[in-house]
């Protein structure tokens, strides 16, 4: 470009120096912007062969951009050297500013390393600052924080000559303003891929939020989106329109509300316990109408944004059906079939779950009524069994039942003969003692010996005094069944058990208990009674069943015998019906058999 010993700068060398420079700004991608730092090199800095070395975000350098020859673009270009390697060339030779230059003389341990180089041959002139063909002369490219975006290497000046002060100089600037137009170039890549990959996503979020919105607004089942945190927690935002047919309510209507508001006052404790990540919970829900549907919520959490706010996605099941049906099934587990009402198994639940094993367990308190004898009992009876005081309900002067039947026996639907109450004796169960948790025998909260504190315990009552409350157990077996059973048959016997189980629950109160045991044998528990009002309520539920009773166009009639128990903390649930068995066998055998026939 020019010699050593000019003075002076030609005008034309600077022109095209600012001529190339100004091309790096026009390019629009940043392989159009490698390729034009190539060609400046060539087109304004005399020399025929360019490349640029740009580094990979993996730390190699790669050739972008060859200019000046088409064999070196052939042999170079997409091949790529380690950054290692390059790092030993730039520390090799002469630092011309920020140039290095590595003569033949020095370079020749470089022949065989993995950067990808070109050396066309040529003559070797006889000349101090002749260009020899294997020399090097490599331009680093900086960005402004000192990061290396690449290497500028140049090759056979149009003159021969190695570059003087003013090429060195032109070269260093060119570099610089190349570097900068690479940062640029890639700058504006970086951004171009990083909008297309936004736009990208944007397309694929309203794409999402169209696939939510469609599956949430077309759900077979009921979906809604509630706030969480703030003042309106809870509150419902959005409602499918499976959710709005299943309580009846508008949509409008509906987010007014929250999940809270309508709730089954019953089950609000179930909702307050489910969490709301992964929550699940089986509850009521409140219809316009005023009632109330089984259905199960499933809860998850989404965001709106990545650090927007929290939304609670709840998925609302309708299981009344299947609720129905565990219902039936649980009805049909702890009832009796024929009469519905509860069975065995329910009765000594219920009646397990007001007793405790308390320590100091109390006599059974009972009355002798008139009649009896001087003890309640026969001699060397069942009075022995349950201590002092002991007795039964004598039932024999309230009016006997006319007519001739059978002593009481078994037919498919009864207990049968009664010699003794070996049925109801305590049973040692698999977890214990009779009379231990484990047992089966005391099934209340005050199991483990009075431990809850909410537990009331339950104490016979001791005299006829007002305050003398206590639970009353009435076992009432039927007199004449078995004629009836075995004279008219099963179908009439059922009949007659049917009628009896509806009348012994009309004589009762709402918070009384009617079960069957089986066969034709009863218990009614009946809590808050003092001794007279329990001999009271067996009266007349005795008088309740002597009526006659239609069966088919037929007439019968049965009687009763009733024994009256006392329920209390210390005693089984077997041990108490055990107790009321004994005290119903002795009023039995206390009256002969014409004063306890029927039909």
């Given at each position: 470009?020019?010699?050593?010993?000019?003075p002076?700068?030609?005008l034309?060398?600077?022109?095209q120096?600012h001529h190339?420079v100004?091309?790096?700004n026009?390019a629009?991608?940043?392989?159009d912007?490698l390729q034009?730092v190539?060609n400046?090199v060539?087109?304004?800095?005399?020399f025929?062969i360019a490349?640029?070395?740009l580094?990979r975000?993996?730390?190699e350098?790669?050739v972008a951009?060859v200019?000046?020859?088409?064999?070196?673009?052939?042999?170079?270009?997409g091949?790529?050297g380690?950054?290692?390697a390059w790092?030993?060339?730039?520390?090799l030779?002469?630092?011309w500013?920020?140039l290095?230059f590595?003569p033949?003389?020095?370079g020749?341990v470089?022949d065989?390393?993995e950067?990808p180089e070109?050396?066309?041959?040529?003559p070797?002139?006889?000349?101090?600052?002749?260009w020899?063909p294997?020399?090097r002369l490599?331009?680093?490219l900086?960005?402004?924080?000192?990061e290396l975006l690449?290497v500028l290497?140049?090759?056979?000046?149009?003159?021969?000559r190695?570059?003087g002060?003013?090429g060195?100089?032109?070269?260093q600037?060119?570099a610089?303003?190349?570097?900068?137009?690479i940062s640029n170039?890639?700058?504006?890549s970086n951004?171009?891929?990083?909008?297309?990959?936004?736009?990208?996503e944007?397309?694929?979020?309203?794409?999402?939020?169209?696939s939510?919105?469609q599956a949430?607004?077309y759900?077979?089942?009921?979906m809604?989106?509630a706030?969480?945190?703030?003042d309106q927690h809870?509150?419902?935002l959005?409602?499918?329109?499976a959710?709005?047919r299943?309580?009846?309510?508008?949509a409008a209507?509906?987010?007014?509300?929250?999940?809270?508001?309508?709730?089954h006052?019953?089950?609000?404790?179930?909702l307050?316990r489910?969490?709301?990540?992964?929550?699940?919970a089986?509850l009521r829900?409140a219809?316009r109408?005023?009632?109330?549907?089984w259905?199960?919520?499933?809860?998850?959490?989404?965001?709106?944004?990545a650090d927007?706010p929290?939304y609670?996605?709840?998925?609302?099941?309708?299981i009344e059906?299947?609720?129905?049906?565990?219902?039936?099934?649980?009805?049909?587990?702890?009832h009796?079939q024929?009469?519905?009402?509860p069975?065995?198994?329910?009765?000594?639940?219920?009646?397990?779950s007001?007793l405790c094993?308390r320590?100091?367990r109390?006599?059974v308190?009972?009355?002798v009524l008139p009649g009896?004898?001087p003890s309640?009992y026969a001699?060397?009876?069942?009075?022995?069994?349950?201590g002092q005081?002991?007795?039964?309900?004598?039932?024999?002067?309230?009016?006997?039942?006319p007519?001739?039947?059978?002593?009481p026996?078994?037919?498919?639907?009864?207990?049968?003969?009664?010699?003794?109450?070996?049925?109801?004796?305590?049973?040692?169960a698999?977890?214990?003692?009779?009379?231990s948790?484990?047992?089966g025998?005391?099934?209340?909260p005050g199991?483990?010996?009075g431990?809850d504190?909410?537990?009331?315990h339950v104490?016979?009552?001791k005299?006829d005094g007002?305050?003398?409350?206590?639970?009353?157990v009435?076992?009432?077996?039927?007199?004449g069944?078995?004629?009836?059973?075995d004279?008219?048959g099963?179908?009439?016997?059922d009949g007659?058990?049917?009628a009896?189980?509806r009348r012994?629950?009309?004589?009762v109160r709402?918070?009384?208990t009617?079960?069957?045991?089986?066969?034709d044998?009863f218990?009614v528990l009946?809590d808050?009674l003092g001794?007279?009002?329990?001999q009271?309520?067996?009266?007349?539920?005795?008088?309740a069943?002597i009526?006659?009773?239609?069966i088919?166009g037929?007439t019968?009639?049965?009687g009763?015998?009733?024994?009256?128990?006392?329920?209390g903390?210390g005693?089984?649930a077997e041990?108490v019906?055990?107790s009321?068995d004994?005290?119903?066998?002795?009023?039995?055998?206390s009256?002969?058999?014409?004063q306890?026939?029927?039909?």
């Open positions: 470009m020019e010699t050593e010993s000019e002076y700068v030609r034309a060398s600077l022109r120096l190339v100004a091309q790096l026009t629009r991608s940043l392989a912007t034009t190539a400046g060539v087109e304004g800095l005399g025929e490349a640029v070395h580094v975000a993996e730390g350098l790669v951009a200019a000046g020859s088409a064999a070196a673009e052939a042999m170079m270009a091949r790529s380690s950054r290692t790092e030993r060339r730039l520390s030779g002469q630092q500013g920020a290095h590595v033949y003389t020095e020749w470089l065989d390393d950067v070109w050396h066309a041959p040529s070797v002139r006889d000349t101090p600052d002749a020899h294997m020399d490599f331009a680093p900086y960005a402004s924080d000192g690449g290497s140049v090759d056979r000046p149009r003159n021969g190695r570059p002060a003013w060195c100089e032109a070269l600037m060119y610089s303003q190349a570097a900068i137009a170039a890639r700058l504006r951004m171009q891929r990083a909008l297309v990959r936004l736009e990208r944007q397309q694929a979020l309203r794409a999402s939020e169209e939510f919105r949430f607004e759900a077979p089942s009921g809604a989106v706030e969480m945190g703030g809870g509150r419902l959005r409602i499918n329109d959710l709005c299943l309580l009846g309510r508008p209507a509906m987010r007014r509300y929250s999940f809270s508001d309508l709730v006052p019953e089950d609000i404790r179930t307050l489910t969490s709301a990540e992964g929550g699940r089986e829900l219809r109408d005023g009632s109330y549907v259905v199960s919520l499933r809860n998850s959490v989404v965001a709106d944004t927007g929290r609670l996605l709840t998925h609302v099941e309708d059906e299947r609720k129905r049906h565990e219902l039936q099934l649980a009805h049909r587990a702890s009796d024929l009469t519905g009402l069975n065995s198994a329910e009765l000594r639940a219920r009646l397990g007001r094993a320590p100091d109390p006599a308190q009972s009355s009896a004898g309640g001699e060397g009876g069942p009075g022995q069994l349950y005081g002991g007795g039964f309900w004598d039932l024999e002067g309230l009016g006997g039942i007519g001739a039947g059978a002593e026996g078994t037919g498919p639907q009864t207990a049968g003969s009664r010699q003794a109450p070996a049925p109801y004796a305590t049973a040692v698999p977890g214990g003692p009779p009379g948790p484990g047992a025998g005391f099934g209340g199991a483990d010996g431990a504190p909410h537990h009331v104490v016979p009552p005299g007002p305050g003398e409350k206590g639970l009353a009435l076992f009432c077996d039927l007199d069944f078995k004629s009836i059973n004279r008219y099963h179908h009439c016997g007659v058990l049917i009896v189980a012994l629950e009309a004589g709402d918070d009384d009617v079960a069957r045991l089986g066969g044998e218990v009946a808050g001794p007279a009002e329990a009271d309520l067996a009266v007349r539920l005795r008088n069943i009526p006659p009773i239609q088919d037929r019968v009639r049965v009763a015998s009733f024994g009256i128990g006392w329920a903390c005693m089984t041990e019906l055990q009321a004994q005290r119903m066998y002795v009023e039995k055998r009256r002969s058999k014409g306890r026939r029927a039909g």
